[in-house]
């Protein structure tokens, strides 16, 4: 695969692009929740534009470091996870079919799957880093969070690729645009059906672990760990944080609808061309506040915070076990 | 409660029968007993035994004109569902009393903990008495009468410049 | 399953009208009786020094008036300091002639210090 | 760099392998504990011991009690626990009547216990705003303190003072009689509460009461030794109430019944939250339907603090308020200032013994839920 000067001119922009688009989204999809979840609680809630004021003066306030901090990694944790978060969209599709990923061609759907780790081991770094007693049981419970719903969520990525090689022989199944331009729906029997419901089931009790909201925020129990992971980092360095948060809110929907709803609106009402072009992004805007509400904000007003020790039996036992289940529904179906 | 008095005199009859005390009926379900220093741990591992298994409070009032630290001890039964307080007078210059941990453990403990904090009562028999509210406190010990903590913060705190404060002062 | 009936609670929320009220834009009417800034009528008072006698924090503190009013009002007045006042209206219960009162007004918050020493002024004067 | 000699790494000697315990501060700058803190000795995720840390609250009410005349006390005593100022009003107000042999009127004692029952009422709810803030249940949290204000509501228009009534039960009856129309004003307010109660039972579904359920678990008699009362005693299986067993004001007069449970874990006391309130509803009810006309104040006006004498004479006064027997042992010599005023609070025996005992050996997710469980207010514990 030759590198072209073009390929990597349109790499760039497309990054510094997606990078704009994917910080605004997930900024502002974060305000909805706030205030979907106030208004589920019965109380007004702030503005949607709130998260963009706690960034904007996060990034004027200056950095309190720890003495006894490991500086080089404690400062470095931050920027790392959004330089990687921010590296992962580049290969999602985001808007409609029409759009491919940026590097489309360069990785698929396992690559996805690790790049999203980096993020979430880059803060349990910085958490121990930061040597507070809050911050290494915060690391410590993160880790064990994270290697609970990688199972499942592997489960999930093998279900659909094997089924898409069993429909298309010899094809790149793991590659997104495939995946993206052939949704499963349509062609799998009635088990299959139930078995892919399962999985997004089993996918949509993932997304809040990776983005450690209730139940699974045992990583920053605020009242256990007063804050957890981040409790030393202030400033410029924990807005870095919040900014890879809301990226990576994005990143996970965007998964789920690529991997589950990759529909488009314009060829059912019609109309092609550029007109066509907006009608699918806002569409897949739609889906995108659809499946944050359902994974992020529903469960954060409806359930309580899980102990850290019912998180793996959770993750390894009943998710996995309906991935599982899901897997062999679709090997049927 | 018809046979109300009937019962504090009782529990007033059956101690004073054992102990030589004079016991007194003060109203309903409250009875106050007077006792010295000595026979304490006795009478109050009898009242336990009478079921006043609960020790509500254990309170020191500071006479310093007597010159003694006066303790009550404030007992409630769940059975009888009658108050007992037994009293009793300790010196004041070196306040020294056999700790009640033995007969009540767990709540007593704490009790005691406290009054030799604020009063600088010496319980015998209690292993834990560190400093309860008031740690790093280098003065007397804080609700006897004789410290007047108004003095003790004047000289320290009061600064004569901030007009706010001369009302409180002089 | 009980779970259902929860996410049905929320969503009869969501709908509904929230319980909190914008602050500055709709305010809960504070009803008669609260205890909030002390009000005066000097005309009235004897000066029999009893609300400075039973107010608990030592906040009111009988003062001379200032010059140009010392011939009409010889006696000595309450000054109020808010800062060191807890609003129990002990002072309004205890006023033989009920002259020193509690108004409605809750909103003391200022930045300049002198604005919290309530000097007693008489009434065309104004607060 | 700061030019401070900063500790690189080289310096943090490993810790062995024996020594893997470290101190863990639950409080108290701390989000999930009040102004009062807890030293942990923890061993990985597994609480060895608690060391209970108290004293960031104390303000020596005792000593001050000592140089104030009884209506400035009464004053004084609504800061002993502002979550539930009216019941320590009440106490207070108790203890001088009972020195200074005072005939309360009728109508006032149908105020006071009145208020006491509204002021359980919103000191409930706060508990379980509170516990289920500590579970990770943020709904509960909001919807709780939602609720709660309209209880305050209600103090506002009553005692002229959202969360301070300033003394509203003070010596010898109440500040201030009822004033127009406040039946249906707290008719309405029993229908929004019984609104909440409902929720409360929508709310507890499996996630709740996973976390709560088999936590904190207190024995009777572990809870009789260390001296629990209230709710938490009777979360053990033990029925009794200071109500019920030590009468005061008009509880003999009226019917309700003294809910237990049998496990003594969270939950248990979470249930025995929810079956309180509804008798005091009950309770509030009966009060609005008897409510007797009258006077509301033994002396219609407030004596002058020097001529105020408080007759010699000792008293030992037990109340029951929402977190567990609160008591005020009270000695004067005759002055106008009481010579002596013990408080003891529930939560003086609920912070420091229970708590140690409590969680030692539980983990350190459960410590908050442990902790809120007890329904602690560390105010009346430092005093």
Known sequence: ?333 | MADAPHRENKVIDEISSKFKVEGKFQRERRIWVATDKESLIALCEFAKGLGFEHLSAISVTDWPGEGTFELTYHLWSYSERILLTIKTKIDRVNPVIDSVVPVWNGSAQIHEREMHELFGVEFEGNQDLAPLFLEDWGGPPPFRKDFDWRDYVREREYDKANERERVYWD | MSMVTTVGVLFKTLFSKPMTVRFPYEAIEIPEGYRGEHELDIDRCVSCNLCAEICPNKAIEMVEMPEEHKQKYPKTYPRIDLRKCCFCALCQDICPRRCLTMTKNVFLSTPDPSAVIKNPMPREGGQ | ?383
């Open chain 4, 1 to 383: 760099m700061s030019e401070k000699e900063s500790i690189g790494t080289e310096q943090i000697e490993p810790l062995t392998e024996e020594e893997t315990e470290y101190d863990f501060y639950f409080g108290p700058a701390h989000s999930g504990s009040g102004n009062f803190g807890v030293k942990l000795r923890v061993d990985g995720e597994r609480v060895v011991s608690a060391r209970a840390d108290p004293g960031y609250l104390h303000r020596g009410f005792e000593k001050l009690m000592e140089y104030r005349v009884p209506m400035q006390n009464a004053v004084l005593s609504d800061r002993l626990c502002i979550l539930e100022a009216l019941n320590w009003n009440l106490v207070h107000a108790e203890a001088v009547d009972e020195l200074t042999g005072v005939e309360v009127p009728k109508r006032a004692r149908y105020i006071r216990v009145l208020m006491a029952e509204l002021s359980r009422l919103q000191s409930h709810l706060i508990w379980y705003g509170v516990i289920s803030l500590a579970l990770g249940f943020d709904t509960g949290f909001k919807m709780a303190f939602g609720y709660r204000d309209y209880v305050l509501d209600i103090f506002e228009f009553i005692t002229g003072g959202r969360v301070y009534p300033a003394g509203y039960i003070c010596p010898g009856g109440v500040r201030r009689d009822l004033p127009e129309g406040y039946q249906e004003k707290i008719m309405n307010l029993l229908g929004q509460t019984q609104e909440m109660m409902e929720k409360i039972k929508d709310f507890s579904n499996i996630v709740f009461a996973r976390r709560a359920k088999g936590v904190g678990v207190l024995k009777m008699e572990d809870a009789l030794r260390l001296g629990a009362t209230g709710p938490v005693l009777r979360a053990c299986g033990m029925k009794t109430d200071v109500r019920k067993d030590d009468a005061y004001e008009i509880y003999d007069e009226l019917d309700f019944d003294i809910p237990t449970e049998k496990e003594g874990d969270a939950y248990a006391r979470c249930l025995i939250r929810d079956k309180e309130m509804e008798q005091s509803i009950r309770i509030v009810r009966q009060i609005l339907d008897r409510m007797p006309e009258g006077k509301v104040r033994e002396p219609e006006k407030i004596t002058p603090p020097k001529r105020v004498k408080i007759p010699e004479g000792e008293v030992y006064v037990r109340n029951e308020i929402a977190r567990g027997e609160a008591a005020i042992y009270m000695r004067s010599v005759g002055e106008g200032e009481p010579y002596r005023v013990k408080v003891r609070g529930p939560d003086f025996l609920h912070m420091i013994p229970v708590l140690e005992h409590l969680l030692q050996g539980s983990q350190i997710a459960d410590v908050p839920a442990i902790y809120w469980s007890l329904n602690i207010c560390p105010a009346d514990m430092d005093r």
């Open chain 1, 1 to 333: 695969m030759i590198v072209t000067s073009g390929a990597v001119l349109g790499a760039t922009l497309g990054t510094i692009g997606l990078a704009l688009f994917a910080t605004f989204c997930g900024l502002l999809y974060k305000g909805f929740d706030r205030k979907i979840a106030a208004h589920m609680q019965s109380r007004v809630g702030p503005p949607v534009t709130q998260p963009f004021y706690d960034v904007s003066k996060l990034m004027i306030k200056d950095t309190v470091q720890p003495e006894r901090a490991l500086t080089w990694l404690y400062n470095a944790a931050p920027i790392i996870s959004l330089a990687s978060m921010i590296t992962v969209l580049l290969y999602l599709p985001f808007g409609g079919l029409t759009f491919t990923p940026v590097l489309s061609g360069y990785g698929d759907l396992i690559l996805l799957v690790y790049l999203l780790i980096i993020p979430a081991l880059v803060m349990v770094a910085g958490g121990f880093a930061s040597s507070s007693p809050f911050a290494t049981v915060g690391a410590q419970r993160k880790m064990v969070t994270m290697m609970s719903y990688e199972f499942p969520l592997a489960v999930v990525a093998i279900a659909i690729a094997w089924k898409l090689n069993a429909l298309y022989p010899g094809e790149s199944v793991f590659s997104l645009a495939f995946i993206y331009s052939h949704p499963l729906w349509g062609n799998v029997g009635a088990l299959g059906i139930i078995g892919l419901l399962l999985l997004f089931f089993s996918l949509v009790v993932v997304t809040p672990g990776q983005l450690a909201t209730v139940p699974f925020d045992v990583c920053e129990a605020s009242p256990e760990l007063a804050e957890g992971v981040v409790t030393e980092y202030s400033g410029r360095n924990f807005a870095l944080f919040y900014l890879a948060d809301a990226v990576k809110t994005v990143a996970v929907g965007t998964l789920t609808i690529a991997l589950f709803f990759p529909y488009d609106l314009s060829p059912l009402i019609g109309i092609s061309g550029p007109a066509g072009y907006i009608i699918d992004f806002l569409f897949f805007l739609l889906k995108l506040f659809l499946v944050v509400i359902l994974t992020i904000t529903l469960p954060r007003a409806a359930m309580a915070r899980l102990r850290i020790s019912q998180v793996p039996t959770t993750y390894w036992g009943i998710v996995t076990g309906v991935a599982v289940l899901g897997l062999i529904l679709i090997v049927i179906g």
